[in-house]
Nanobody
């Protein structure tokens, strides 16, 4: 089992950048694929980015390709989401999650953080 805590959210102007962090505790962090989801007001939760346990396989939603980058540091038990060129439509609560399944399958994510708010002003 793994526990996840997100940080780094906040308010940023359009075109700006934020870096989210997800700190993990518990055993076998390196055995999990890690993903970032987001949920905007009135919208369904969506998988935004994901990274395999080895850090060699990636998933990016079309809406964030070229702007967002996921990375992980297994030695620090931490996964990151670098968000550049932010747009107002990126405004959402962002959740870190851990999966034992294929990285692009949302139902495989079994462990979740509490979420961190990202607000992008126009």
């Amino acid at each position: 089992q793994v526990q996840l805590v997100e940080s780094g959210g906040g308010l940023v102007q359009a075109g700006g950048s934020l870096r989210l962090s997800c700190a993990a505790s518990g055993r076998s962090f390196s055995s999990y694929a890690m993903g970032w989801f987001r949920q905007a007001p009135g919208q369904e939760r969506e998988l935004v980015v994901a990274i395999s346990w080895s850090g060699s396989n990636f998933y990016y939603a079309n809406s964030v390709k070229g702007r967002f980058t996921i990375s992980r540091d297994n030695a620090k038990n931490t996964v990151y989401l670098q968000m550049n060129s932010l747009k107002p439509e990126d405004t959402a609560v962002y959740y870190c999650a851990a999966s034992t399944d294929t990285i692009s399958v949302p139902q495989g994510y079994q462990y979740w953080g509490q979420g961190t708010q990202v607000t992008v002003s126009s």
